[in-house]
């Protein structure tokens, strides 16, 4: 069912250091709304700073949809007070507007009134906005405002070195990089745990819906909303970010080059769909950046990437190839809306211990078969993950498992890294973790999905996001500054805005 971790435990209890270092990041979108709960109409306030080159507040698709992004920090705490401080610092900014709390977007009417994210007169900036508009001409604009949470993880340098036997550092880069990769195909294999314990978003505004042939069963629970009973994260599923070229794609993660060969292949080969859109209209505006496949390799929407930090005007899969994986990029984790900053120290957790346990794993190479099977259990899990006595199929023979079966299963193994865990920092807190979460696999009316669904039927969405966002704004008003001096803020502002005309004035 899943690999035998007996001895990489045995490993692991000798070595329970190796973990000490490890290192995560988080990007949180949120949309911009007013007080009777509509998108916001106006520009990206201008006290934030330049949104193309503040470190920590930005713009995503468009000028309403925010993105926090936290430094790279060893401090599962002082990363959360971080991304903490930039909600309320946004929040006492904000002049008679809020935050949505939900991935699924808020009231938008009409589409018109989204306006694609601005980032100044450089080639850069221009290029952004441009790729922005194929994304809209593509799948949509609406689709687009779908927001969520990236999970940045990294193992320290001790832990590979000891796990791979590495001795010299002439191919230190190469054998991380296939340890990443192997990490990368058992959350592929595994990952849609996530988005079954975690996935909030079981249901959809109506207007999402814009293939009507969707054979789901949809319920009209409310007239803002369309949801599926057993649903847990629709953002994830067929409805929401998808490649539609994915065989096209051919996306393989059992090697390094064949990944980056896949990658630049897919951003220099045209797509016939998008060659009928047409680069420029009639009037010279940019419809789209080129007709290819992948615009840029930034329209790759998968549940996890391997990263590599990229310097200015270099694209990600140089970066892959001349320094190797450094980090993975976790996607597939919804906002949480019980949460007011979207995330909680025991997601946190919880994705430590199933990275972990990923990269201790046996990961044979993925063929395109298998990787269709894994692909089949995110929708599967997405659309009905809840359903009573639902099945996943696993290995190269596509066998069928109950889902409750192979979740507390893994949860045995993550149960002892945990301990492993806990034992250096004498605190409970990864092993309290698993108690509280593996309840969710024998009842999955405890999950994320299922408690928000009861509250949607009863109230709808936008009265639902609505609550919150007041709730968790007036919150946030209320609370100080733990970790960021306000003089900070007003520093990276500016630096911000320095930068962005260096860059104007540079030809960038």
Known sequence: MIPDLSQALSWLNAHPYVFKGISRGIERETLRIKPDGYLATTD?????????????????????????????????????????????????????????????????????????????????????????????????????????????????????????????????????????????????????????????????????????????????????????????????????YTNRNNKQLAI??????DYIFNIKTATQTPSEEFSAIGIKDQQGNWLQLNTNILQIEDELYIPIRPKCLTNLNEVSSDALKYRGIEYVEVRSLDINPFSPIGITDEQIRFLDLFLIWCSLADSPELNNTELDYARKNWNLVSTEGRKMGQKVHMGHNNKPYFLSQVGNRLLQDLILIAKILDNSSKKPLYQKTCQNLQKSFDNPGLTYSSRLLHILKKQGLEKTGLDLAKKYHYQFLKEKLEVIDIHKFDEEAKQSRVSQRKLENYGI
């Not at 991935?103 to 790729?131: E, F, V």
């Not at 880069?173 to 990443?180: T, V």
């Not at 393989?252 to 080059?257: E, H, P, R, V, Y």
């Open 44 to 240: 990206h306030p201008k006290n934030f700073g330049s949104p193309l080159t503040h470190n920590w507040i930005t713009t995503d698709f468009a000028e309403a949809l925010l993105e926090f992004i936290t430094p790279v920090d060893q401090d599962i705490n002082h990363l959360l007070q971080f991304l903490r401080d930039i909600h309320r610092y946004v929040s006492s900014q904000l002049e008679n507007e809020m935050m949505w709390p939900i991935s699924m977007p808020c009231r938008i009417c009409p589409n018109s009134s989204i306006k694609l994210a601005q980032y100044g007169s450089s080639h850069l900036g221009q290029m952004k906005t441009q790729y922005r508009q194929g994304l809209k001409n593509r799948y949509g604009a609406l689709i687009q405002m779908i927001s969520g949470i990236h999970y940045n993880f990294s193992l320290p340098l001790s832990f590979w070195r000891l796990w791979k036997n590495i001795n010299t550092t002439n191919n230190e880069k190469e054998i991380i990089s296939i340890g990443y990769l192997s990490l990368i195909r058992n959350y592929y294999r595994l990952g849609w745990i996530i988005p079954y314990l975690f996935g909030s978003s079981p249901a959809i505004p109506p207007s999402l819906i814009q293939d009507k042939h969707l054979k789901l069963p949809f319920e009209y629970n409310h007239p803002d909303m369309l949801s599926l009973p057993y649903a847990t994260s629709l953002r994830i599923s067929e409805i929401g």
């Open 252 to 257: 393989t993660f059992n090697n390094l080059k």
